[in-house]
C-alpha cells in the first residue's frame, strides 16, 4: 500500500516504484502526473499557465479527495483514482496487476506507460484529430497517436458523459476507447501526465479546455470567402492569368494558392526567378484586384540548397541517431528543418522575410507539417527537444509558432497558415488545419464531414478539406461533375471553403513549360468542370461570400470562447440525446443546420431536426423540429434549414 500527503492544493501519492501528483489547474481542470523516476517533471509541453482555481481539498494518509469547481477525484492507498462531475462518475481506475499506470521500461527514465479506466456503459467519445476512418464517435475503436498525411493526432476527446480528457505526451502512442476500457499509451515517456476536465455545457467545457491549451488567434474577414488553389501553377503568368479571368467572369475569389516546386530547390525558401521573375508586382496586382496571395513552404532541405551546410552545422536540422541525413525520398534524399530549436525558427523567419514577406506576401501554407518521413520510425530521428520517441508528435506545433511569432514580429494581427498537422495549443497560432492529400470520391466527402466534427471537438475550429478531393479527379467524368457540386455545398459551411487538387490531365492538355520539375496536373478553375456544373459552382460562391458577416460572426466567438463554427449537433442540443449519434448533418454556427449529400447519385436523406421551428432554406417551408424528416435536393439544390426568427435566412 502506499502514503498519501497533502501539500498546499496537491495530493501526493507515493509507494514503491511511483510518485503520483494530482493537482488543480484552473478552475473544473485536474491535472495528474505519475513516474516511476525520482522525481516528477513540471514540463508543461504546449499547455499554458494554469488560472485561479476554487479548489479544496480533504482527506488523510489513506483517502483524498480534490474538488474542483464541477469536477473532483478521489485518491485511495491502494493508487486507484476515481473522477465525478457533479458527483456522478465518469472515470475509475482499472487495474493491470496491482497498478493503474503501468511501465515498460525502454531506455535512462523513459518508459513505456500506459494509463487505464474502466468502461462506462453508453458512453460516446469525440475527437482524437481526424484520420481516414468512417467514424466520429470514437467509441469502439483503436487509433495510434502519431501524424501522418491524412492523419492529425491530437490526444483529446469529449466525452457524452460531459468531460474531456487530454493526454498531455507528445510521444508517439495510442487510444483505445473500447467496451472493456479506455486506454491512452505513451511508447516512451518520463512520466504520464493527463488532465481531466468539465463544465455544464459541451461549450463551457471546451473554454476549460481553451484555458488549458489556448484560444484560436483572430480569423481573417477576408479568409471567410473562397479561396482558389490546385496542384500547381508554375509560374508568375500563368497565376495572374487564372486571377484576371476569375475577374472578368464576375466570380469573387478571395485568395489564390501558389502551390510547391515554386523554388530554386528545397530549403532555399524563394522563387525560381525563371517563372517567377518579378513577385512584387504579382502580389501587387493580386492586392488590386481583391485576391490574397498564399504560398506554399516545405520544411523539407537537402545539400543541395545553399542553406544547408549552415543549418546543419548549427543542429538546426532534424538528425538521425543512427546513419547520415536522408528521411524523406523526393526528388533527392531530404531531411527537415528542425523548428523546435529556436535558432532554427529564428534563422528560418528571416529567410521568409527576405524572400516572400519583402514582397508583400504575408500567408503561408505550410505543408509537410507532420512531418513526412519513410519509414515512419520516430525513435531514429533527434530533435531539439529530446528523441523523436518522446517529443516528434509537437513537430506541427512548432512549424506554425515558427510564421506566427515571424508574423507578429512584424506587426501583423491576422494571421492564418494552412498546415496539414496540428498539436493542442497550434490554435492559438493561427492553425487552418486540412485532412490531407485524399482522394476524389464520395467515400472520402463522407468521411470528411466526420473529420471536420472531430476536429472541431479538439479545438481546432478552422479546419478545411480540398474540395473535390486531392488525388485522381477525372475533371471529365460525370461521376467527378457531381462530385465536384456536393464538395462544393459541403465547402459553402466549412469553416473555409478552398478549392484544391491534382486533377487528371484532361484530354487536350498541354504541358505549359516542358520540362519543368513537378509540371502541373489538369486544370481546375471553376469553369473546368463543364457547362451543367459552372452556374451552379458559381452560385455556391456567390451564396458563401453573402454568408461573410455570419461565418465571421462565428468565428470571432471561437476566438472568444473556443466554439467552433462547424459544430456537432450536440453542442446546443446537449439535452436531446437523438443529436450524439448523429454523425452526418450538424450546425453551422448556432442558427443553419446543414445536412450534406454524399452518395453518388442520391438525392435524398434523413435529417433529423431538433425541437424548435426551422425554415427549409429552398422552399421557405417552416417544419416543426423533434422529429427526422425526408428531404429531396437534386444536383443543384442543398439541404440546410435555418432556426425560425434568424436574419439569416435572407442569405439564401
Known amino acids: 500500500m502506499g502514503r498519501i500527503t497533502i501539500e498546499g ?80 462518475r ?118 476549460v479546455y481553451c484555458n488549458l491549451t489556448g484560444y484560436p488567434s483572430k480569423f481573417p474577414r477576408w479568409a471567410a470567402g473562397f479561396w482558389q488553389s490546385k496542384l500547381r501553377y508554375e509560374s508568375q503568368d500563368e497565376i495572374l492569368e487564372v486571377a484576371r479571368e476569375y475577374k472578368r467572369r464576375g466570380i469573387p475569389i478571395d485568395a489564390i494558392v501558389i502551390d510547391y516546386f515554386h523554388w530554386t530547390e528545397q530549403g532555399e525558401w524563394k522563387f525560381d526567378p525563371k517563372y517567377w521573375p518579378d513577385p512584387k508586382a504579382m502580389v501587387d496586382e493580386l492586392n488590386e484586384m481583391g485576391i490574397k496571395l498564399i504560398v506554399s513552404i516545405w520544411p523539407t532541405i537537402n545539400p543541395k540548397s545553399e542553406n544547408y551546410h549552415q543549418m546543419s552545422e548549427a543542429n538546426m536540422l532534424v538528425r538521425t541517431e543512427n546513419g547520415q541525413y536522408g528521411i524523406f525520398d523526393f526528388y533527392g534524399q531530404q531531411t527537415f528543418i528542425d523548428v523546435m530549436n529556436p535558432a532554427t525558427r529564428e534563422f528560418v523567419w528571416n529567410k521568409i522575410k527576405q524572400n516572400y514577406y519583402s514582397y508583400g506576401i504575408k500567408n503561408f501554407w505550410l505543408d509537410e507539417a507532420e512531418p513526412e518521413v519513410h519509414p515512419q520510425n ?38 492564418i497558415l494552412l498546415v496539414r498537422a496540428c498539436y493542442p495549443g497550434s490554435q492559438r497560432y493561427g492553425a487552418l488545419c486540412w485532412n490531407g492529400d485524399i482522394h476524389s470520391s464520395f467515400h472520402n466527402l463522407k468521411m470528411s464531414i466526420k473529420n471536420g466534427l472531430s476536429m472541431a471537438m479538439c479545438g481546432i475550429p478552422w479546419w478545411n478539406s480540398d474540395i473535390g478531393g486531392f488525388f485522381s479527379g477525372d475533371i471529365e467524368s460525370d461521376y467527378f461533375r457531381e462530385l465536384i457540386v456536393r464538395w462544393f455545398q459541403f465547402g459553402v459551411f466549412c469553416p473555409v471553403m478552398r478549392l484544391h487538387g491534382s486533377r487528371r490531365r484532361e484530354s487536350t492538355y498541354k504541358f505549359r513549360h516542358p520540362g519543368i520539375i513537378e509540371p502541373s496536373n489538369g486544370a481546375n478553375e471553376l469553369w473546368s468542370f463543364g457547362e451543367k456544373v459552372y452556374p451552379i459552382l458559381k452560385s455556391l460562391i456567390e451564396l458563401r461570400c453573402r454568408l461573410r458577416d455570419y461565418t465571421c460572426k462565428y468565428m470571432d466567438i471561437a476566438s472568444e470562447t473556443g466554439a467552433p463554427i462547424m459544430r456537432p449537433m450536440f453542442w446546443d442540443y446537449y439535452d436531446d440525446e437523438n443529436t450524439y449519434t448523429l454523425e452526418d448533418q450538424y450546425m453551422y454556427g448556432e442558427d443553419i443546420l446543414f445536412a450534406p449529400i454524399y452518395e453518388q447519385g442520391c438525392t435524398e436523406r434523413d435529417v433529423y431536426l431538433p425541437k424548435g421551428e426551422w425554415i427549409d432554406v429552398r422552399t421557405r417551408e417552416v417544419v416543426t423540429g423533434g422529429r427526422t424528416i425526408r428531404c429531396h435536393a437534386e444536383i443543384d439544390e442543398f439541404i440546410a434549414f435555418v432556426k425560425a426568427g434568424s436574419d439569416v435566412i435572407n442569405c439564401f
Not at 65 to 82: D, E, F, M, P
Not at 92 to 104: A, I, N, P, V
Request: net charge negative; charged share 25%; hydrophobic share 30%.
Open 9 to 88: 492544493k496537491k495530493i501526493i501519492f507515493r509507494r514503491k516504484d511511483e510518485t503520483m501528483v494530482i493537482e488543480p489547474w484552473g478552475n473544473n481542470c485536474i491535472r495528474v502526473r505519475s513516474t516511476r523516476n525520482s522525481k516528477v517533471s513540471d514540463e508543461k509541453w504546449t499547455v499554458l499557465d494554469p488560472t485561479e482555481d476554487n479548489a479544496t481539498i480533504e482527506g488523510d494518509e489513506s483517502r483524498a479527495t480534490l474538488k474542483n469547481g464541477c469536477i473532483s477525484v478521489s485518491i485511495w492507498r491502494g493508487g486507484g483514482v476515481t473522477f465525478y462531475k457533479n458527483d456522478k
Open 90 to 207: 465518469i472515470l475509475r481506475s482499472k487495474y493491470e496487476g496491482d497498478y493503474q499506470t503501468c511501465y515498460q521500461h525502454i531506455e535512462g527514465d523513459h518508459y513505456r506507460i500506459k494509463v487505464i479506466f474502466e468502461p462506462n456503459e453508453g458512453e460516446h467519445f469525440y475527437g482524437l484529430g481526424h484520420e481516414q476512418e468512417d467514424f466520429f464517435d470514437r467509441k469502439g475503436t483503436t487509433s495510434e497517436i502519431i501524424h501522418y498525411n491524412t492523419k492529425t493526432s491530437l490526444p483529446v476527446y469529449y466525452s457524452s458523459l460531459g468531460y474531456g480528457f487530454f493526454w498531455n505526451n507528445p510521444a508517439p502512442g495510442r487510444c483505445e476507447l473500447t467496451k472493456n476500457h479506455t486506454m491512452f499509451v505513451a511508447d516512451s515517456a518520463y512520466q504520464a501526465d493527463y488532465f481531466v476536465f468539465a463544465g455544464e455545457t459541451p461549450a463551457e467545457t471546451m473554454k
Open 378 to 415: 520516430p525513435g531514429h530521428l533527434k530533435y531539439y527537444l529530446g528523441n523523436g520517441a518522446q517529443v516528434a508528435q509537437l513537430y506541427p506545433f512548432y512549424y506554425v509558432k515558427t510564421f506566427y511569432e515571424g508574423l507578429k514580429k512584424e506587426g501583423e494581427d491576422e494571421i
